[in-house]
């Protein structure tokens, strides 16, 4: 009888053990399940808030007289873009960017609503840059600042545009002392001396804490506007006789001055990559053509349209300063690269007939 009795007990004493067993094998399992769809879920909104996190951009801002001629290249450039950009375009007052003036989509209604009317040589163009970057920087996520004629062309595809700007932290400003052309005015010293008086491409691209100097200047700009005039133009154009001591004007294109100087003025140079990604020809001593000669860089015309072109600007990879004695070796990501992202003055048949060869559909 204590012989039953004890393997009774025996008994239950196995079937709890494997009770318990069951129950701590079904609460790790049940830990398990809960961890994996905790897991799982975590790493759901991850991928989701991932998704969603918009990118900082580049705003590119467009200087044009009217409508922009090269649309049709922009156009291209921009379907890579993934939402990584803004527009905003400067055009005379009154101008809009409707479906008859542009076919972009990009472009539609893209003007800034507080144009002015701009003239070459004046301060009215650097007004003009001023009034885009007020807009621009009015979008938190812009964080570079691309200025832009109606006659430039992308040289590269978007991603590697993008790639390339904001792979370092720097803005990139052809900027150099200016000791040859006497467009320093005296009067602005001692508010501009000379030693911070710099000379460049008006084709700039700004960081956002750059723009916002730009934006927020009083001094430089007004003492710009007050004393950096355009020298009377050559006699064939001009209206109005030349003053009694023409010797005495200072042939100052604002635009060529003001940022490079005021970036100088506050002690940012060091903040600089002083080159311009943007393209121009000043070479003109070999140019047959009359239009082609004087205060402008070449315009590119159809029969100059092609890969060879495009191919020699891309080559460039380096830029000599003759009045700082200083070479310019193109840089990105720490490694050789081409120099020039954009380029200028081209045609609409120029363009047409680049992207009718397919040159500049791939911007391979």
């Excluded at 790639?163 to 040859?180: E, G, H, L, N």
Aim: glycine share 4%.
């Amino acid at each position: 009888m204590k012989r039953r009795v004890s393997q009774q007990k025996s008994q239950h004493k196995w079937k709890r053990r494997i009770f318990a067993l069951l129950l701590l094998v079904l609460c790790f399992g049940s830990l398990l399940f809960i961890m994996q769809t905790q897991y799982t879920r975590i790493m759901g909104l991850a991928s989701l808030q991932h998704r969603f996190v918009q990118r900082p951009k580049i705003a590119f801002l467009f200087i044009a007289r009217n409508r922009l001629p090269l649309d049709f290249v922009w156009d291209e450039f921009f379907r890579g873009g993934d939402s990584r950009f803004s527009i905003f375009v400067h055009s005379r007052p009154g101008f809009r960017l409707n479906k008859v003036t542009t076919k972009s989509t990009y472009f539609l209604d893209r003007q800034v609503n507080d144009s002015i009317q701009v003239d070459w040589g004046e301060a009215s163009m650097i007004e003009a840059e001023r009034i885009l970057l007020r807009h621009a920087l009015g979008d938190p996520l812009n964080d570079r600042f691309v200025f832009l004629s109606d006659s430039c062309i992308p040289l590269y595809n978007f991603s590697y545009t993008y790639d390339y700007i904001m792979s370092t932290q720097t803005s990139f400003v052809d900027s150099f002392a200016d000791t040859k052309e006497g467009r320093y005015n005296p009067k602005m010293d001692p508010v501009i001396p000379v030693q911070n008086w710099r000379k460049g491409s008006q084709w700039v691209v700004l960081t956002r804490k750059h723009a916002e100097v730009v934006v927020n200047d009083e001094t430089v700009f007004t003492m710009i506007q007050q004393h950096c005039k355009r020298r009377s133009l050559p006699e064939f154009w001009r209206d109005h006789p030349l003053p009694a001591d023409a010797s005495k004007e200072h042939n100052c294109i604002p635009d060529e001055h003001y940022v490079q100087t005021l970036l100088a003025q506050k002690g940012l140079e060091g903040q600089l990559t002083r080159r311009s990604l943007t393209h121009s020809s000043w070479d003109l001593s070999s140019s047959k053509d009359h239009q082609r000669r004087g205060w402008h860089p070449v315009t590119y015309k159809f029969a100059d349209a092609t890969p060879m072109l495009i191919k020699s600007i891309k080559e460039i990879d380096n830029i000599y300063y003759e009045t700082e004695y200083r070479r310019e070796w193109c840089s990105s990501k720490g490694k050789p690269s081409t120099c020039f992202l954009f380029a200028r003055k081209f045609t609409r048949p120029a363009a047409l007939r680049l992207v009718n060869m397919s040159f500049l559909v791939t911007f391979s």
